[in-house]
C-alpha cells in the first residue's frame, strides 16, 4: 500500500507518479548546502548518473542545476553555441520549436528541419542539410512531448560523425531519459538534457544534463565567455567536480531536498538492470497502443518504429476535444493530457506511461487507465470497432 | 515534538530549519502542472507573495521560477537592462561582486560602490555616484550573506527617487525577505529578489520576484528582447498572470511540491502580522548580538543599525580559523558557517537566526547554539572577558 493520500493517478507525459520513498526524500530535515553529509549525497548521484546514461568515460561531465528542464537548452546555447553560430534543429513537435527560440534568444541562427506531424527528419534529408553548412550543433529531440514521437540517436550519431564530424550531437531527453535507452557511450552522444519529473521519477525542479569530453573541450575553447550567467558551465562545471569529488564548493544553493529525492530514484532504477526497465517500458508501451488500435484509434506518430515507449498520443474520435473526455477520465481516478501541439492541439489527447506505473507491479495504474478511456469514450457515444 | 528525524539545528545563513508542516508539503503527492487544483495553488501562492512584500499595487508583479536565488540577478540583468546599460552595484560583501558579474555577463556596465568590510555605501557618496551618470539600474544587497550588513531601502529609495527617478531600485533580498521589513509601495521599490530557503522558510529550488508597474513597463519597452531564454520574462509574465487568475498556462513545468511548500510557508507567515513577525527577528538577533558582545568577540558589521537581523558575522579571537572550532559546534548539536568574504573568509563565522528557529517557541536552537558557541570557544582554551 502506498503512504500517499488517495489521489487520480497522474499519466500525463510528466510529471509522473512517485514512488513513496521519493517523495518520503522530499521531507528530509534541512542540511547545509556545503556540509559534508550533503555533499556526499550531491557526488553519489552525480556519479549514479553515469551509469543512468551509461557512460564509463570519465571526461563526460554530469551536471544537476535546480530549474526547469527547459534550462537545459539555455545551458546548451549558453555554453556550447556563440553569438553568430548555426545550429540545425531536427523537429517533431513542439519542443524543437521552443528549443530553436531559445538558440534564437542567444544570437545562435537555429534552422529548422521539419518533419510532417507524427513524423520524423529523414536521414537522407538530414545529411543533405549538414552538407550545406558547418552547424556548431545539431538537436534532436528523443521523444517530443507534444506528439509522441521518438527520433532514432544512434543512426543519427554515426551519420553526424560521418558527415559533420566536429558538430555537437545534442540529445533533448527530457521525456525519454531513464525509460528509452541511451548508450552515451556507445552512441557518441554530446549532451543529453533532461528534467528530473519523468522517466526518472524525481519531483520537477531539477536541470539535469551529461557532457561529452568533446562538448566540454568545445566549451572551454570559446571565444567569447558563455552568455548566461545562472547557466554558465564556468560558474557550475568546478561545482559539480568538487561535488563528485565529495568536496564542499559553493556557486547558488542547490536544493537539498530535490537532490536527495533525485538519489533515491537513482538508488531505485539502478538497482535492477537497466536493459529491464527499458524493456518493461517497451512492454507497457506496446500494450497501450494495443488497447488503442483496438479502441480503433490512431495515434500521432504514424509507424511503432517512431512511436514513444514512455507516451502515446491519441487523435479523438468523432471530433471530440480534449475538454469533453478529460474530466470525465478525472472522475474515473485516471489524468490524462490534453494535447500541445499548436496546429492541432484540441483533437488529441495524451497518455504518459513512464517510471513506478509501469514498474510497480502493485500499481493497477496503467490497466485503469485503460479501462477509463474505453468506458469514458463509450460514456459519450463512441463505438468502438468490435 | 518535531516529525522530522533527529539532527543538528541548521543555524547557517540558509537554508535554515524548516517547520514540520513545511516538509511535508514537500512530500505531496504527483499533480499536474496544468490541473486546477495545483493552478490554484500556484495562484494562492502568487497572491500571498503580495502580503508578505506589502504591496497592493496592482501592477507589482510577483514570479515564482525554478531556481536558485542566483537565477533572480539574471532575471533582472537580462530583462531590465539592455547590453550597453550601466548599472550601480552598491557593495557591501561578496554577493555585490557577484551581482556585478551577472551584468557583465549580459552586456551591461556595472560600477560599483564599494564600503570598507562591515560597512556599507553612504547616502552622499551614492547620490554623487548617480549624479556622475545615468544608471538604468542601482542595485542593493539589503543583507549581504558574505558579511551581515544590513542596507537601509526607504532612505536610499528617497534618495534615488530625488536624484535619479528614472533609476530602477533593486534589492538583493534573499538573505532578508522574510525576516527583515520590506514595504515594497512605500519605499517604492521596483524589484525585490530572493529565495526559498532562508527567512521564508522552504526548501531551495525557487528564485522568487516582486517587481513594480515601472519594472515591468520599463521591461516591456526595451528595444531588443530579453537576452535569456529561462529568465525572460517575455515567457514567464503571461504565465505567472494567468496562474494569479487560476487559469492553466505553460511554459516550463514548475515544481509542484516546492510551490506547496512555499505555499504552506506563507500561509503559517501570514496568520499573525508581519509586524510580530519582523519584531521578534529583531529581538533575537539582539540576543544573539549580546551573547556575542558578552563573550568579547567583534562582529563584521561594525555598529548596530547596518547589522542585520536574521544573521550575525562574528569575528573569531585568537587567529581561531572556522575548521577549528565549527567541527566541535555540530559535535554539540548545531551547525554554524564558515566566512564567505573572499578577502577574510578565514577568520569569521556567520551564524543565521531566522524562521521558525525564531519565530517557534518550543525550539530552542538559538539559545543552544549560543551555548555551544561559549562551550566551544572555551575547550579550544578562549577565555571570555568576565
Not at 549558453?78 to 542567444?106: M, R
Not at 540529445?171 to 552522444?189: A, N, Y
Amino acid at each position: 500500500m502506498s503512504n500517499q493520500a488517495p489521489h487520480p493517478a497522474l499519466l500525463i507525459p510528466g510529471p509522473i507518479e512517485f514512488d513513496d520513498a521519493v517523495l518520503q526524500s522530499m521531507s528530509r530535515y534541512s542540511e547545509s548546502h556545503v556540509g559534508q553529509p550533503f555533499v556526499n549525497t550531491f557526488g553519489e548521484t552525480l556519479s549514479m548518473l553515469r551509469k543512468l546514461f551509461q557512460t564509463e568515460n570519465p571526461v563526460s561531465q554530469p551536471f544537476i542545476i535546480s530549474g526547469s528542464g527547459t534550462l537545459g537548452w539555455d545551458q546548451v546555447a549558453a555554453n556550447l553555441t556563440e553569438p553568430g553560430d548555426d545550429a540545425l534543429v531536427l523537429h517533431t513537435g513542439y519542443f524543437a520549436d521552443s528549443f530553436a527560440d531559445c538558440f534564437e534568444t542567444y544570437g545562435v541562427k537555429a534552422t529548422q528541419l521539419k518533419a510532417p506531424i507524427g513524423d520524423r527528419p529523414q536521414l537522407d534529408e538530414i545529411e543533405k542539410a549538414l552538407k550545406e553548412k558547418k552547424y556548431k550543433v545539431i538537436t534532436v529531440t528523443h521523444t517530443d512531448t507534444s506528439t509522441g514521437v521518438l527520433s532514432e540517436i544512434e543512426p543519427l550519431s554515426k551519420l553526424v560523425r560521418k558527415v559533420s564530424p566536429e558538430t555537437l550531437l545534442i540529445v533533448d531527453g527530457v521525456c525519454s531519459v531513464g525509460g528509452e535507452e541511451i548508450r552515451f557511450d556507445d552512441w557518441d552522444i554530446d549532451v543529453v538534457l533532461t528534467a528530473s519529473q519523468k522517466a526518472i521519477g524525481c519531483p520537477a525542479g531539477l536541470s539535469i544534463i551529461m557532457a561529452s569530453g568533446r562538448a566540454i573541450e568545445a566549451f572551454k575553447s570559446r571565444k567569447t565567455r558563455p552568455n548566461s550567467y545562472f547557466a554558465s558551465w564556468q560558474n557550475w562545471l568546478p561545482i559539480m567536480q568538487n561535488y563528485e569529488a565529495k568536496k564542499p564548493s559553493y556557486f547558488a544553493t542547490p536544493s537539498p531536498q530535490l537532490i536527495h529525492a533525485l538519489h533515491t530514484a537513482l538508488t531505485q532504477i539502478l538497482s535492477k538492470p537497466l536493459s529491464e526497465r527499458f524493456a518493461r517500458h517497451k512492454e507497457v508501451s506496446d500494450k497501450v497502443k494495443k488497447a488503442v488500435a483496438d479502441l480503433g484509434l490512431k495515434q500521432l506518430a504514424t509507424k511503432r518504429e517512431n512511436q514513444a515507449n514512455c507516451m502515446t498520443a491519441i487523435y479523438l474520435p468523432n471530433d471530440l476535444k480534449p475538454p469533453e473526455i478529460l474530466p470525465n477520465l478525472l472522475k474515473k481516478g485516471v489524468i490524462l493530457a490534453g494535447g500541445l501541439h499548436k496546429e492541432i492541439a484540441t483533437k488529441y489527447i495524451r497518455f504518459g506511461h513512464m517510471g513506478v506505473s509501469v514498474t510497480d507491479n502493485k500499481k493497477d495504474d496503467i490497466d485503469r487507465a485503460i479501462q477509463a478511456l474505453k468506458d469514458g469514450l463509450a460514456e459519450v457515444g463512441y463505438k468502438a470497432p468490435s
